[in-house]
């Protein structure tokens, strides 16, 4: 089958796409930037790469084939607080103007579930959707789910983190709200297993797993699952804003995502009941055998995507613009050192930067610029890397994100996501000179104003004292010293 999908590079999406790839499907991803996609292990015959940003839709985009089944996993709740509802009306009616003419026998849509009476400006959106969606003459199948439970979700590593930085937790009441989680694994069987499905065509099915839980309960069964004693006090006091603001500093989470997730949380989420499963043969897990799965893949470094990667991970909607580095109007602190040992060595070393590994030299300066960063409402250090020896373009690293990972041509660009009174990039690249190979390490920054240019100046000593030595660390230390 010919399968479009969009938000191919989301959390969802780039699940879905290897699930897909392995049926034996040919795909045509939709994505915003091709370069936040890799598709180096899939056979480029059966993959095709489109891009366009369905929020500002460009009518000269051109799809010719018809198709199959269209999938539609466009979100955009971390973009704003409260003002996303617009943007996700706008990228619906696009989607479906570009659509309508490729003869598409179905289109899948996953959703929320949203049977409560009182709804989230979130929830209240998808459902918004729903409706745009069916007002197309394509068979319409609705998939709506609560929390999805699987490394790299938005949900999961907020337990995750709550769990494993907390033996006692003071809490927002709104930890006693009913929910119906469903393992990640499962959400993929159902959207799959609805493909060209006549019973499921204009329909729409609740998904969720086989257990309703409080937010409490499940915080309490992953510290089972972990072997931790958790102790949680709830109390009616804590207001939408100061819960915001507690998952925001305690988890990796953008202030601008809390807020919206906490909106949700209030609501209670769970499935209507429907024979699903039973015609899709799908073997629904628990929440703790979720939990499991998931921290098995995280310790085998098998984590296939994660919400941090996405661009509602941070304030950038759009990071293809930063990856030309400026060279005017610039201050730069340029470093080079000779490689005395293997080249090869060194490129590890500077693909495995940052997350649990470290920034190899004076890490607590850089925990404390992270603390600083989480201060002044950025994204802090705890976004970490989804994968340990793995650097995607796209990706996030600590408060940076991948602008450049070229490991043939023994290149690194990253572009800063903290909050700054200007623009920043840290590149690494190795050449070669006269018979003699040399690591580069060159950081940039465009300043706004004034205060842009102050900011560099007083920092500027710390900057020589860090960059230097974390050049010599990477050039001759083999180990991943602190």
Not at 41 to 64: G, H, P, Q, S, V
Not at 334 to 353: A, F, N
Request: net charge positive; charged share 25%.
């Amino acid at each position: 089958m010919k399968i479009l999908l969009t938000g191919a590079n989301g959390y969802i999406g780039k699940r879905l796409l290897q699930d897909l790839y392995q049926q034996g499907h040919y795909i045509i991803c939709c994505v915003r930037d091709s370069r936040r996609i890799d598709i180096s292990a899939y056979d480029k015959t059966r993959i095709e790469i489109i891009e366009i940003d369905f929020e500002n839709f460009d009518l000269k985009i051109n799809i010719t084939q018809s198709i199959d089944v269209a999938y539609y996993l466009i979100h955009s709740m971390g973009k704003s607080i409260g003002r996303f509802a617009d943007a996700e009306t706008q990228t619906a009616i696009n989607f479906i103007n570009l659509i309508e003419p490729l003869k598409v026998k179905q289109i899948i849509y996953l959703s929320g579930i949203s049977n409560s009476d009182s709804l989230s400006e979130h929830l209240s959106s998808r459902k918004n959707v729903e409706g745009i969606l069916k007002s197309s003459n394509i068979p319409v199948t609705v998939l709506r789910a609560g929390i999805i439970i699987g490394a790299g979700s938005a949900s999961f590593e907020i337990i995750r983190e709550l769990v494993e930085k907390l033996p006692v937790m003071i809490t927002p009441k709104w930890l006693n709200t009913k929910s119906q989680p469903i393992a990640v694994k499962n959400v993929i069987q159902f959207l799959t297993g609805v493909m060209l499905k006549q019973f499921a065509f204009n329909e729409s099915f609740d998904i969720g797993g086989p257990e309703i839980l409080t937010y409490k309960q499940m915080l309490l069964k992953f510290a089972e699952v972990r072997g931790l004693k958790r102790y949680i006090l709830t109390l009616p006091v804590m207001t939408p804003r100061l819960s915001s603001y507690w998952l925001y500093f305690v988890t990796a989470t953008s202030y601008k995502l809390a807020v919206n997730l906490v909106n949700s949380m209030k609501i209670e989420v769970i499935a209507k009941e429907n024979n699903l499963k039973v015609k899709l043969s799908v073997d629904l897990l628990d929440f703790k055998l979720a939990v499991q799965e998931s921290l098995i893949n995280i310790e085998q470094n098998m984590v296939v995507s994660s919400w941090k990667d996405a661009l509602i991970s941070s304030d950038r909607s759009n990071i293809s613009k930063y990856i030309q580095v400026p060279k005017y109007g610039c201050l730069k602190d340029y470093q080079e050192i000779r490689i005395l040992g293997k080249v090869e060595d060194v490129i590890e070393r500077i693909w495995y930067i940052g997350g649990e590994n470290g920034w190899y030299f004076a890490n607590y300066l850089w925990l404390f610029r992270g603390f600083v960063d989480k201060l002044f409402g950025g994204v802090g250090l705890r976004r970490g890397r989804t994968n340990q020896n793995t650097i995607n373009t796209g990706d996030a690293l600590d408060f940076w994100r991948v602008l450049v990972a070229d490991k043939k041509n023994r290149r690194l660009l990253l572009f800063a996501e903290m909050k700054l009174p200007g623009e920043a990039w840290l590149e690494f690249r190795i050449e070669e000179r006269a018979g003699e190979t040399f690591l580069q390490q060159i950081t940039t920054f465009r300043p706004k104003g004034l205060i842009g240019r102050i900011y560099w100046y007083i920092l500027w000593p710390a900057h020589l004292f860090v960059f230097k030595g974390m050049l010599k660390r990477i050039a001759k230390n083999k180990g991943h010293d602190s």
